[in-house]
């Protein structure tokens, strides 16, 4: 809305309205109501794009739908896992610009504009067959038992290594407190981890 | 989880315009807070006001030594500054104990002073709730309490406030800057909050559409010898049974500026004045701090599930104040 009736409104009416002894905070409210409106979408589904894993993708989205639910259920990225769906387990992390996010808590059209990595980004090569370190270390230490918190978990630690955080086997068990395993198979996780975090680059 | 409608701000005006004067308006910056309780059915807002691309996320020092924090700053910037973890250690220690790595990306230190309690009854729309809705009855009084309050309670609600930042920030004289319809305001952190009463469904001095723009750690001796010490049921990402946030100025052996706050005792971050007072002037040795926890317990009251909370926060007290005089 323009800036002119603003300034109408402030001359024609909140000034009278102030000198008639009206409770100001009532008056102003009822001003910039009329002179404001945002912008808005929803609740029905409205066209974004988004960049998952290097690509734009055009989705239709409900405002509430969260990013866990978009790339499970709409765009078929279904190796990002539901597990609590309230920000207690890691298992739908994701990074976001580089930083580790609980996808479950991300509303999808709050990414528009960002970078969305899931679990099957992380590799590489011609035909996506290049194991990322931390896929091969978690292979090579046998970082998981029934593997539905391994996609969390290794998202996590890529997400980490961007962190530069200390490398030592307690540093990394805080670092990765964010990712729960109810197999227990933290003892391997850590070794992964602490394989590729303190190695070479 | 309701249908919403979303609008994102361009500007600070028109998002605080809309969220002043739309029933059902509700800001948005993290998300990990209000998308957790809308999936419960807590929090139904109608229309979400998207602020994370307003200009409120530097984090710097202020002439006087202090440092201004964008309420947009996350969880994880704030305790990675090296302005916090220099000159107010409790801060960045409570950061690092909240949380995990991903909430931490993620939440404001906006929306972490203002976050919800995690009373399962609260949380829970089948079971009465005076904080839902007034009226209806605390279920926590009669039922599991291990995680409540011990003091600032009322017959009509005894949910506990888990935020350890605010906790710390209590310590270091925080200040809230927030702006709203009727121009920008300054509130102590401590005055942010109210106790429940008879109204727990208020628990903060902020009007309708008042939006948290700063907050600004104010420089001190206290606050740059500081510490913060959460006790929990595991070590790591876990809410907070009890925490000790503590600042001493301490000269030739001798208190003389005490700052205590407590955690996830209270339905708001509780300031322990009486322990602060039985601080000044006294030899900064276990003998003092032992006296201190022993007031720190005054005018406690458990109910039945939380009761181990009292000895718990004596023995808290006196630690976390031997770990800030490096005595312990």
Redesign the interface.
Known sequence: MSQLSRRWFLVRVVAPALVLGLR??LV???A??TV????????QPTAVALSINGRTVDVAL???E?LLDTLRDKLGLTGTKKGC????C?AC?VLVDG????SC???A??TQGKSVTTIEGLATGEHGDTLHPMQRAFLEHDGFQCGYCTPGQIV?AV??LG?RRPTDDASV????????CRCGAYANIAAAVQSVAGGPA | ??????????NA???I??A???QGAHY?AG??TV??L??LNVEEPE????I?TLPMRAIAATPGGGVRIGALATM?DVADSPLVASGFPVVAQALLAS?????R??ATIGGNILQRTRCAYFRDKSQPCNKRKPGRGCSALDGQNRFHSVIGTSPHCICSHPSDLATALVTVDALVHTRS??GTRIIALEDLYVLPGDRPDVEVVLRRGELIEAIELQPSIHARNSAYLKVRDR???EFALVSVAAALAIEAGTVREARVALGSVAPKPWRAHDVEAALLGKPANDATFAAAADVAIHGMHGYGHNDYKIPMTRAAVRRALAMTAGVA
Do not use: F, H
């Open positions: 100001p905070q102003c409210a009822a910039v109501a404001t409106r945002l912008s808005r979408v929803g609740p409900e405002p509430r969260t769906d309230q920000g207690t890691g992390t930083k580790r996010v609980n808590l991300t509303l059209i709050m996590s997400g980490l962190e068990r805080e670092w990765m407190s964010g990712n729960l | 989880m309701n249908p919403i409608r979303y609008a994102k701000a361009g005006t028109d998002a315009a809309t002043s004067v739309e948005i998300g990990t998308i957790d809308m999936k229309l979400l006001i998207d994370t994880a949380a995990s790595p991903q909430l990306n993620m319809l009727l070590a790591s990402y």
